[in-house]
Nanobody, 124 residues
Framework: QVQLVESGGGLVQPGGSLRLSCTASGLTLEHYSIGWFRQAPGKQREGVSCINNVDGKILNAESVKGRFTISRDNAKNTVYLEMNSLKPDDTAVYYC?????????????????WGQGTQVTVSS
C-alpha cells in the first residue's frame, strides 16, 4: 500500500524558516517526480515546487523562487521543501505528491499519489 506522509509544518513568524519532509512507504521516491503543493482556505490547490525523476530538473512557482528549495535524500526515501523568508501569504496546507511522469509539473492531475498534508501558518 502506497503512503506519503508530510511532516515539519507549524507556526512560524514572518521571515522565519521551516523544512517540510515527505516520506513514503510502498513507493521508492527516487523513481517518481515529486511535487509540493499548497492549498489555502477558499483557494485552489497550487503547485509550489517539483523535482523530476530523471535529471533532477526543478520547477518552482514564481511566488516562491529564491525562497523555497526542493531536494531529495534517496537513502532516506525522503523529499524536502526548505522554506525561507516565509510570508503570511505562504500560510496553507502543504501536500507532497508523486508522479510516474518524467516531466516537472505544477498540475495536480499529473500526480497519482498524495499525502494528507501538513499545516504551515505564518503569523506574528
Amino acid at each position: 500500500q502506497v503512503q506519503l506522509v508530510e511532516s515539519g509544518g507549524g507556526l512560524v513568524q514572518p521571515g522565519g524558516s521551516l523544512r517540510l519532509s515527505c516520506t513514503a512507504s510502498g513507493l521508492t521516491l527516487e523513481h517518481y517526480s515529486i511535487g509540493w503543493f499548497r492549498q489555502a482556505p477558499g483557494k485552489q490547490r497550487e503547485g509550489v515546487s517539483c523535482i523530476n525523476n530523471v535529471d533532477g530538473k526543478i520547477l518552482n512557482a514564481e511566488s516562491v523562487k529564491g525562497r523555497f528549495t526542493i531536494s531529495r535524500d534517496n537513502a532516506k526515501n525522503t523529499v524536502y521543501l526548505e522554506m525561507n523568508s516565509l510570508k503570511p501569504d505562504d500560510t496553507a496546507v502543504y501536500y507532497c505528491a508523486a508522479s510516474q511522469g518524467q516531466q516537472v509539473s505544477a498540475t495536480p492531475a499529473d500526480f497519482a499519489y498524495w499525502g494528507q498534508g501538513t499545516q504551515v501558518t505564518v503569523s506574528s
